[in-house]
């Protein structure tokens, strides 16, 4: 049982240049997260997918974009990177509704230079 | 929305004693609490969770206390060994409209547990 799985692991991009990360569950959850982490900042929600067929907006959305391809998958977009998109990226799933765990995936490691 | 705030940021303490991070909220409404683990170069795992209608639960040598009427919880690691070394973070709900519920996560606090 793989749980969330994200990749790629690690990407190095120069700026603006576009690129996808990718997300899937085998877990049948409903929703589904994108969080970026910088230091001393906490996990910072950037979108997420309350059911299939719904995205919204998180905490900063701005300069991504998200596809929820299907239940399982839930890609993040960068169309033109910019070096303060420097992160480490979390996707996470969860059964919909309030008090309901999150899982997250091991991240992908993301420099923009 | 939910406000999180987590202290301390960091904490050290010796193998063997106790480690305790404390978080605040600001939404009365917030009925449920999780803390998570995360270790380097991994991704955040849930370790323990409180819902609001009891103060406290353990498992293991973990515990959670909730005081909804101060509006704080916090985690409680008893007997810390070298493997308890991670970064904790809490988190409170924030009801987003049309049914969704996100997660608002505290600043995390890096607990290293020296042997």
């Known amino acids: 049982n793989a749980g969330v799985t994200q990749t790629p692991k690690f990407q190095v991009l120069k700026t603006g240049q576009s690129m996808t990360l990718q997300c899937a569950q085998d877990m049948n959850h409903n929703s589904m997260y994108w969080y970026r982490q910088d230091p001393g900042m906490g996990l910072r929600l950037i979108y997420y997918?309350?059911?299939?067929?719904?995205?919204d907006k998180g905490e900063v959305p701005n300069g991504y974009n998200v596809s929820r391809l299907n239940k399982r998958e839930f890609s993040l977009r960068l169309e033109s990177a910019a070096p303060s998109q420097t992160s480490v990226y979390f996707c996470?799933?969860?059964?919909?509704?309030?008090?309901?765990?999150?899982?997250f995936g091991d991240g992908t490691r993301l420099s923009i230079l | 929305g939910e406000n999180v705030e987590q202290h301390p940021s960091t904490l050290s303490v010796q193998e063997g004693d106790s480690a305790v991070i404390k978080c605040t909220y600001s939404?009365?409404?917030?009925?449920?609490f999780p803390w998570y683990k995360q270790e380097l170069g991994k991704g955040p795992q849930l370790i323990i969770d409180i819902r609001s209608n009891v103060g406290e639960k353990k498992d293991q040598r973990i515990a959670v206390t909730l005081n909804k009427t101060a509006k704080h919880f916090s985690l409680h690691i008893t007997e810390t060994q070298p493997e308890d070394s991670a970064v904790y973070f809490c988190?409170?709900?924030?009801?987003?409209?049309?049914?969704?519920?996100?997660?608002?996560f505290g600043k995390g606090t890096k607990l290293s547990v020296i042997p």
């Open positions: 939404d009365s409404a917030s009925n449920y």
């Open positions: 988190a409170a709900p924030a009801y987003s409209g049309a049914g969704s519920y996100q997660l608002t």
């Open positions: 996470a799933s969860s059964e919909a509704g309030p008090g309901q765990p999150q899982h």
């Open positions: 997918s309350a059911s299939e067929g719904t995205t």
